[in-house]
Nanobody, 124 residues
Framework: QLQLVESGGALVQPGGSLRLSCEAS????????IGWFRQAPGKEREGVSC????????WYRDSVKGRFTISRDASKNMVYLQMNNLKPEDTGVYYC?????????????????WGQGTQVTVSS
């Protein structure tokens, strides 16, 4: 049974940095992809960054490229999202998610397992 538990959300000023962590216990080979999504108030949930579980690659939405970095420590069942130069539009609840679809290896699509989320607020 997969369990995804996020941590690291906080209130941060514009231009600041945060690192989100996701403990992914039970992440078996059944799962092709793992990643981060976010949902701002009044908006739909969107993919932020995702990566395959079986080879080295990563996908980022355009608005975070060059600022966010996804990484994984498989030995610790951990997935991270390093967020630098944060902007107010990065505010939202950030979710860790996993995909049992092969399409989940190449972008943030077909993700079907979710954590409870962690709040990130970027404001002065």
């Amino acid at each position: 049974q997969l369990q995804l538990v996020e941590s690291g959300g906080a209130l941060v000023q514009p231009g600041g940095s945060l690192r989100l962590s996701c403990e992914a216990s039970g992440l078996t080979r059944e799962y092709y992809g793992i990643g981060w999504f976010r949902q701002a108030p009044g908006k739909e949930r969107e993919g932020v960054s995702c990566m395959p579980t079986r080879f080295s690659s990563s996908w980022y939405r355009d608005s975070v490229k060059g600022r966010f970095t996804i990484s994984r420590d498989a030995s610790k069942n951990m997935v991270y999202l390093q967020m630098n130069n944060l902007k107010p539009e990065d505010t939202g609840v950030y979710y860790c998610a996993a995909s049992r679809s092969p399409r989940g290896q190449f972008s943030c699509v077909d993700f079907d397992s979710w954590g409870q989320g962690t709040q990130v607020t970027v404001s002065s």
